[in-house]
């Protein structure tokens, strides 16, 4: 079993930044991809972007150019630096992984989640 705890959501203003963070615990990520995923308001869950356990990433469209993905497998953590955030980036972040190493962006093949942490970005 793996556990995953995102932080580093927050409020902050149209144009700024965050970075989120989501550490397991219980067991390694070894070679499990990861991704992180997003719900806003009245919206369905949606993927934002993922990482392999060798750092392949994919991006969904609407953050291209403007969040990051990384992991840290000594740390067993995983981050989404977000720059340049819009208010229709508000939402609740969620951190997943599946027991593959390969992406994708559908939340059904996702095997871990973590509880999620509230974005506000404010115009």
């Known amino acids: 079993q793996v556990q995953l705890v995102e932080s580093g959501g927050g409020l902050v203003q149209a144009g700024g930044s965050l970075r989120l963070s989501c550490a397991a615990s219980g067991r390694t990520f070894g070679t499990y991809a990861t991704g992180w995923f997003r719900q806003a308001p009245g919206k369905e869950r949606e993927f934002v972007l993922g990482?392999?356990?060798?750092?392949?990433?994919m991006y969904a469209d609407s953050v291209k150019g403007r969040f990051t993905i990384s992991r840290d497998n000594a740390k067993n953590t995983v981050y989404l630096q977000m720059n340049s955030l819009k208010p229709e980036d508000t939402a609740v972040y969620f951190c997943?992984?599946?027991?593959?190493?390969?992406?994708?962006?559908?939340?059904?093949?996702?095997?871990?989640w973590g509880q999620g942490t509230q974005v506000t970005v404010s115009s």
């Open positions: 990482i392999t356990w060798s750092g392949s990433t």
């Open positions: 997943a992984a599946r027991q593959s190493p390969i992406i994708v962006d559908n939340e059904k093949y996702y095997d871990y």
